[in-house]
């Protein structure tokens, strides 16, 4: 069974960096096959898909949010983490992290992932 669990702060301010990260149990992230993935939700509005970090360590993001995003992998401590630059109060929102068998760009529907962590929430607020 992959188990998946965020950290990171609940509040950061306007024009500032959140940072979370994922961290697996049960599965080993460069040799499990799965694709890890970042996925929020706006209060009030449906899930969006943010990226990916594959197995092997490439990554896909979400064109409206790419050039603020960036994912990456710490394999020692089999964790994945997030970044996003310029925050504000927009980016507000519950963060996952979820894991699938299949690569699936953009995917926004929760049975398309194999698990997922609880959530975090982050309020971008001064």
């Known amino acids: 069974q992959v188990q998946l669990q965020e950290s990171g702060p609940g509040l950061v301010k306007p024009s500032q960096t959140l940072s979370l990260t994922c961290t697996v149990s049960?599965?080993?992230?460069?040799?499990?096959?799965?694709?890890w993935s970042w996925i929020r939700q706006p209060p009030g509005k449906g899930l969006e898909w943010m990226g990916v970090?594959?197995?092997?360590?490439?990554?896909y993001y979400s064109p409206s949010l790419k050039s603020r995003t960036s994912i990456a992998r710490d394999t020692s401590k089999n964790q994945f983490t997030l970044q996003l630059v310029s925050v504000t109060p927009e980016d507000t929102a519950v963060y996952y992290c979820?894991?699938?068998?299949?690569?699936?760009?953009?995917?926004?529907?929760?049975?398309?992932?194999?698990?997922w962590g609880q959530g975090t929430q982050v309020t971008v607020s001064s």
């Open positions: 970090i594959s197995y092997s360590g490439s990554t």
């Open positions: 049960g599965a080993s992230i460069p040799t499990g096959y799965y694709y």
């Open positions: 979820a894991a699938s068998k299949r690569l699936i760009l953009g995917a926004t529907t929760k049975n398309l992932y194999d698990y």
